[in-house]
């Protein structure tokens, strides 16, 4: 039997105690169809197992940065970044064209990154969904792959997980699957190209 990693544990925990994480369940649309699982490949849907962060929607990125650093005793603190998608790689939510941005921090820690996600504006996207419908907290876990645009995001359609929102940037690009009613979470898949 499969344990959970006491790191992956101890960063649930120290979100639960920083008040960042809400670990109430998500609503999606309709719960898959359980028949389905049977549909998963024979090395499963994310072939990789490599987690990259995981995701917190928050209100004030600042603030929640400030406390994120104190908390794990960082001393250098992160920069903010934008996401506001890519004219090769631009954001849909739900099927749709959306200009959707969001300040982004990564926090690096030795096996993965914290990421602090504050929706700006109220353009559609799931991080804005998110946080009108749950407040802050745990709004994704993001694994690595390879090749999402070769068979990925049709894979995680067929097993009852559509894509909710899409986009990237120059150099790569993401997917939300709608995993939430089966997993208790987001996945998010993301894929950096490798270019010269």
């Known amino acids: 039997m499969k344990t959970t990693p006491p790191s992956l544990i101890l960063l649930i925990g120290a ?44 209100r004030d990125i600042e603030k929640s940065r400030d406390h ?5 005793g960082l001393e250098k603190a992160p920069g903010i970044t934008i996401a506001a ?14 200009t959707a941005q969001a300040k982004l921090v990564f926090m690096t820690l030795d096996n993965l990154q914290i990421e602090l996600i504050e929706p700006l504006g109220e353009a559609p996207s799931h991080w804005r969904e998110f946080l009108d419908r749950k407040g802050e907290g745990v709004h994704h876990i993001a694994f690595a792959v ?16 559509p894509t909710v929102q899409h986009g990237g940037w120059d150099t790569g690009e993401y997917g939300y699957m709608d995993t939430a009613a089966a997993l208790g979470v987001t996945l998010e898949l993301i894929e950096r190209y490798n270019r010269p």
């Open 85 to 98: 998608g890519d004219h090769k790689n631009p954001t849909e939510y739900r099927g749709h064209p959306s």
């Open 146 to 161: 390879k090749g999402m645009g070769e068979g990925y995001l049709e894979n995680y359609q067929k097993a009852g997980y």
């Open 68 to 72: 994120w650093m104190r908390f794990l």
């Open 15 to 58: 979100g639960l105690l920083a008040g960042h994480v809400n670990l109430a369940a998500q609503q999606t649309s309709a719960p898959p169809d359980s028949a389905k699982l049977s549909d998963y490949p024979a090395k499963g849907m994310v072939p990789e197992k490599r987690i990259l962060h995981i995701g917190i929607v928050v």
